[in-house]
Structure formats: structure tokens, C-alpha cells
């Protein structure tokens, strides 16, 4: 179940006293459940917060994809090797790039 984030929402936002809604604070949801609109302590008027979800490791088992599946997925990959001078490590594309920094 995806973990969702809530804040306090409405004008009353500096005025909280609630140590739960104060800030913001973490809820395990499932996704078909509808977004809190109270507070569960003190029911003042709270949001759902959109973040970025974590996706460190997930599918990998927290291992990064191998090079063989990043230029299979069609991923290249290039590698510097000194300033504006890079090397194709896998993947499709030129084996070498060159950028001018003058």
C-alpha cells in the first residue's frame, strides 16, 4: 500500500496546535481509498500533499540494472573521460562525444 503524505490546508495553517497536523505527516493508504480531509487527532482541515514516489531499488531488489538491461531497455550510456570529451560505455549512438565549453 502506497504511503501518502497530508498537511494542514485552509488559512489556519500557522495557528495549529495539533502535533499531528502542525506539520506534515504520513499515512498508509490503499490507492482506491479516498483522501483525508480532517486531521484523525484534532479534525482541522488537512490536504493530500503530491510528492515524488521512492523508487530506490524497487524491481532491482535494490541493485542497479545491469548494462546489458539499460542498452536492451534503449539506454545508452556515456562516460566522461576529461573536460567535453566522453565515451560510449553501451547503447546505440556515436562512441565518442566532444562538447566545446569555450
Known sequence: MPTYVYGPSGADKEKRACDICAGSFEMIQRM??????????????????????????????????????????????????GKGYYEKQFGQGPSTLHGDNG
Open 32 to 81: 482506491s481509498d479516498e483522501a483525508l480531509t480532517k486531521c484523525p487527532k484534532c479534525g482541522g482541515e488537512i490536504e493530500r500533499i503530491i510528492t515524488p514516489p521512492m523508487l530506490n531499488g524497487v524491481g532491482w531488489m535494490g541493485r542497479k540494472p545491469s548494462p546489458d538491461r539499460m542498452a536492451k531497455a534503449g539506454f545508452t550510456q556515456y562516460k566522461k573521460h
